[in-house]
């Protein structure tokens, strides 16, 4: 059933057998899963996608496990949402949100990459899963591994928000919050990788878990009919999500699922973390790590594992990289959630403001179709909007009491 062959250097090329690796021992390169696109193109139809359960195992010819998936059945297939109020807002016509954050287990678009990393761990018959995590990747592992069955660890910057650190904590993972930002956290996670033997699904397990993000691709290309956008924004924090964006319409245009990959993907940061915004618009290949500060905590990586990738991604699709400030961020947020009603966290008010500014710079134009992907749910970070939305009327419980305050609501006194 597995049409994936093993993994290959994106460097050297050179070619390594699956297992929990994730760098070449010759170039120190990182590798990549590689399939048998030739047997796939044989059964892989649109009809059999089709005929299968809502999740992102529809597709799992794409996905590099060899059995049966065992973890996480239910993410993906999230919503395409046609937003037509927020469209009338930029200026546009055609303007779709991928919704990844409100129909997901833990509410962000990290339970497609965790869906497949545990799946795979338990291929490889790991009894402890870990991460290093900005928040979300926390949250999908620790309720991932509870389900599976797993030991899990999860590490995390100790300034993280609330709502994320206690949307680990519920799931009773240890959590161990590292005083340091995320490149500390994630610099500490690759030694105690080298130690123990456990799986951390964005370390060993990486060139697996990072598969999971082609699915967004997949779903948007899927629910416009098999054609793909003119234009996509993606978050990037790693930079993988908009690379694998990138490789799974490539890979639908490389089975004739689609005409062709013509789709622009735009990579999105926030001002405060923007190392492959800083390259792109420099033109340099070369990331230059940058220390964090931004309220977009879940993007704030500061020296991007796949910053270099992303770059060629962007040279291949013809896409653009913007970055926005916090203030412009938390104005998105609002912005979604007035016109569309839904609630996203700070990378969404990061994809929706590069969005705008996208727009607002012609670079997307009025008649072509855009999708905006948001990938984590707003209640995760209140503190970013807290103080700078509008506030309850306090009254008595009577009626009087709500007719007066009405009075002097509409008076435009209180
Ligand atoms: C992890 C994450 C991303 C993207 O991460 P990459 O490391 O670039 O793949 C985007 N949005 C949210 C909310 C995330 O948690
Ligand atoms: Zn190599």
């Not at 250097?9 to 030739?38: Q, T, W």
């Not at 049966?68 to 993410?75: A, D, K, M, N, Q």
């Not at 070369?286 to 905590?297: E, S």
């Not at 991007?304 to 961020?329: C, H, N, Q």
Request: proline content about 4%.
């Amino acid at each position: 059933m597995s049409h994936v062959k093993g993994l290959k250097c994106r460097e050297c090329g050179r070619s390594y057998a699956k297992a929990p690796i994730y760098v070449c021992e010759f170039c120190f390169g990182s590798l990549e899963v590689v399939y048998d696109y030739e047997a796939i193109g044989k059964t892989l139809t649109r009809e059999t996608i089709a005929s299968r359960s809502p999740s992102l195992w529809r597709y799992r010819e794409l996905l590099p496990i060899d059995g049966e998936p065992t973890v996480g059945l239910y993410s993906g297939f999230t919503p395409l949402v046609a937003a037509d109020n927020l469209a009338r807002e930029l200026g546009l016509k055609e303007v779709y949100v991928k919704d990844d954050a409100n129909c997901h287990p833990t509410l962000s678009f990290k339970d497609r990459v965790v869906a497949v990393a545990l799946s795979k761990a338990k291929e490889f018959g790991f009894d402890t899963v870990a991460c290093a995590s900005t928040g979300n990747l926390a949250n999908s592992v620790a309720a991932h591994a509870a389900q599976a069955g797993l030991k899990r660890v999860v590490f995390i910057p100790a300034d993280l928000e609330i709502g994320k650190v206690i949307g680990s904590l519920i799931y009773d993972p240890q959590v161990v919050a590292v005083e340091g930002n995320y490149d500390q956290v994630n610099r500490l996670c690759s030694e105690i990788a080298s130690k123990y033997t456990w799986g951390f699904v964005n370390i060993n397990l990486r060139p697996y878990y990072a598969e999971g993000s082609k699915t967004i691709a997949f779903e948007v290309a899927e629910q416009l009919g098999w054609r793909t956008p003119d234009h996509i924004v993606v978050p990037a924090a790693s930079g993988s999500l908009s690379t694998k964006v990138w490789k799974g319409f490539s890979e639908l245009d490389k089975l004739g699922l689609i005409s062709r990959a013509r789709v622009k993907v735009h990579v999105a940061q926030a001002e405060g973390c923007s190392p492959i915004v800083q390259a792109w618009k420099s033109g340099r290949d070369v990331i230059k790590p940058v220390v964090p500060k931004t309220i977009a905590k879940s993007l704030a990586i500061g020296n991007p594992a796949d910053g270099y990738y992303a770059i060629d991604m962007l040279r291949a699709s013809g896409g653009d990289a913007e970055a926005v400030t916090d203030d412009e961020i938390v104005d998105a947020i609002k912005l979604l959630a007035r016109t569309e009603g839904i609630f996203a966290e700070t990378a969404g008010g990061v994809t929706v403001a590069v969005a705008r500014k996208l727009a607002l710079a012609g670079k997307i134009g009025r008649n072509e179709s855009l999708v905006i992907c948001v990938t984590g749910n707003g209640l995760k970070t209140q503190e970013a909007v807290a103080g700078k939305i509008g506030e309850p009327i306090h009254i008595r419980p009577n009626l009087a009491a709500f007719e007066a305050a009405l009075e002097k609501k509409t008076a435009g006194v209180g």
